[in-house]
């Protein structure tokens, strides 16, 4: 596609319910990132793929945070017994090597 | 721990006005220093800095990188309202054969008519 596309672009879940993320890289980009933006700071690096294999996933926070992209294009970041903590702006990006990376709008994930 | 720290943290100015935007980075295995402006969710990227001293510009914005003393800054001339939003700065990282950015909290510019 012509940009990074993430989906849905707003979610709100109840706590304690599962959610996924899909994000939809630029056709062709092997590097696809997630990362986690809270309000009023800049964004946390959650996890990077490198074609179908994590190649650093030390950003995720903890076991409830899990992500894939099997076919090493469409990525979901799946989220466990969601909490309130876990609302923040969810960002996908997309890039080659030694290039600036293309971030997608985001899902804005909202937990009451 | 790396870190990277951008000053100020908000800035209001009016239209016109020239505005400097300050980042630095304490990192290891530093790869290149990005700046990205925010206006809703998607970050829309400006410039890659990799070498000292070489000033990369396009139209009214400008940077440049410090690989000594360990910063950079994203000048903009002649503000105009339409750059209000948060600039963003990044450094890219070597780690575990991958590179990752290290995001700065940004800087929130609001330029007044």
């Known amino acids: 596609g012509a940009g990074v596309s993430q989906t849905p672009s707003n979610k709100v879940t109840e706590k304690g319910k599962y959610v996924e993320l899909r994000c939809d890289p630029i056709?062709?980009?092997?590097?696809l990132y997630w990362y986690r933006q809270s309000l009023g700071q800049g964004p946390e690096f959650l996890i990077y793929?490198?074609?179908?294999?994590?190649a650093d996933d030390s950003g995720l926070p903890n076991d409830r945070f899990f992500a894939v992209r099997p076919e090493g294009s469409v990525s979901t970041l799946k989220i466990q017994r969601t909490e309130r903590g876990d609302s923040a702006v969810y960002l996908c990006?997309?890039?080659?090597w030694g290039r600036g990376y293309t971030f997608g709008s985001g899902t804005r994930l909202t937990v009451v | 721990e790396d870190k990277v720290v951008q000053s100020p943290l908000s800035l209001v100015v009016h239209e016109g006005d020239t505005v400097t935007l300050n980042c630095s980075y304490e990192?290891?295995?530093?790869?290149?220093l990005l700046w990205y402006k925010q206006e809703k969710k998607a970050p829309t990227f400006l410039f890659m800095l990799?070498?000292?001293?070489i000033e990369k510009k396009s139209g009214r914005l400008s940077s440049i990188l410090d690989k000594k003393e360990l910063f950079s800054i994203l000048n903009i001339t002649a503000t105009q309202t339409g750059d209000s939003a948060i600039y963003l700065c990044?450094?890219?990282?070597?780690?575990?054969?991958?590179?990752?950015?290290?995001f700065g909290q940004g800087t929130r510019l609001t330029i007044n008519p």
């Open positions: 056709s062709g980009h092997t590097a």
């Open positions: 990799t070498s000292s001293g």
């Open positions: 990192v290891t295995n530093f790869r290149s």
């Open positions: 793929f490198q074609g179908t294999g994590a």
């Open positions: 990006a997309s890039g080659e």
């Open positions: 990044a450094v890219s990282v070597q780690t575990q054969g991958a590179q990752k950015l290290v």
